[in-house]
């Protein structure tokens, strides 16, 4: 009967074991943080506190457990993200950049990062956005990577940040038109040569009826969240930033995968301010018009969990 429980044991302490490693190597889950920092400029006076700061607020949304991949909109160039990167906690993940200056007219980019000793990036390509006669829009540049996750299995990435609703929604649609339809080349090139392939859209879309634009992928809807958006506009929250994933990686038998249940926002106090306008809570933005708020961005961020299925 000892020996019966003590064998017991044992294989119980095995099996924690394993986990806990897995856990440790990231093996058990990994994580994808999406978000938009709102005008992160390096000649700011306040970009060292700011950058700070976001990296404090990743190592606490995410336990310690940095961020697989992690798509950011708004970053003033490359040495703004390399700064972030780099010289904060983040540095410890060992960061590699995709970057290229967009032909936006405020000077804002995306960025992707992604950690080297787990996503080997082996193609980039950068999208700009064209009208019909062929013309460069004075906007963000999509970003487009592909990795192989793990030595396990191929990973598509794609980081976007669509024209805002400046000016009015019936006149800024058809920007973020032509940006989707940028986003859909892509996809469906990928899905043509490869129906099973496993693709990660993420961005600020500055939509909240995002599926319609993105019919090829699964518009992930954020559970576990204390917030019912990312952000709040004239006292209403709406979810203007996304991440979609191919139907494939919606297969638990895959090597990869996530549910329905793995998107969340994070909301945490010291991302928020007292809407005085209105009731409740707002994001706390860097800046008020000219007046320096102390807060990170006017977006929360996304994270999605992916699982390992092998």
């Known amino acids: 009967m000892k020996k019966d429980i003590f064998k017991s044991l044992t294989a119980l302490l095995i099996i924690i074991c394993s986990v806990l490693s897995k856990v440790a190597k990231g093996e058990g889950g990994s994580i994808v943080l999406f978000w938009n920092l709102e005008n992160l400029f390096i000649d700011s006076p306040y970009f060292y506190r700011k950058i700070n700061d976001i990296s404090k607020q990743i190592h606490i949304a995410t336990e310690g457990e940095l961020p697989l991949l992690i798509g950011f909109a708004e970053i003033g160039n490359f040495q703004a993200v390399w700064r972030l990167a780099n010289v904060t906690a983040l540095a410890s993940a060992g960061y590699g950049i995709v970057h290229a200056d967009s032909p936006d007219r405020r000077g804002i980019d995306v960025a992707l990062l992604y950690r080297k000793d787990r996503f080997n990036l082996v193609f980039k390509r950068f999208y700009p956005i064209k009208n019909e006669k062929g013309e460069v829009l004075p906007t963000r540049l999509t970003i487009y990577a592909k990795g192989v996750l793990d030595k396990l299995d191929t990973l598509h990435l794609i980081v976007a940040h669509w024209p ?134 006017d977006h929360l961020p996304l994270l999605l969990r992916i699982e390992r299925g092998w």
């Open 164 to 297: 805002s609703k400046w000016g009015g929604e019936r006149a800024s649609i058809p920007g973020r038109i032509l940006a989707s339809k940028v986003m859909n080349g892509i996809i469906d090139s990928l899905l043509s040569i490869n129906p099973y392939a496993n693709i990660i859209a993420m961005g600020d879309m500055n939509e909240e009826a995002v599926a319609q634009f993105i019919p090829r992928l699964i518009l992930l809807r954020p559970h576990r969240s204390n917030v019912p958006g990312t952000v709040r506009y004239n006292g209403r929250w709406e979810t203007i930033d996304h991440i979609l994933v191919s139907p494939n990686l919606m297969d638990t038998d895959e090597p990869i995968f996530c549910t329905d249940s793995s998107l969340s926002i994070y909301s945490h106090p010291l991302l928020l301010e007292r809407d005085k306008a209105y009731l409740g809570k707002k994001p706390r933005r860097s800046f008020t018009g000219p007046r320096y708020n102390g807060g990170i961005s």
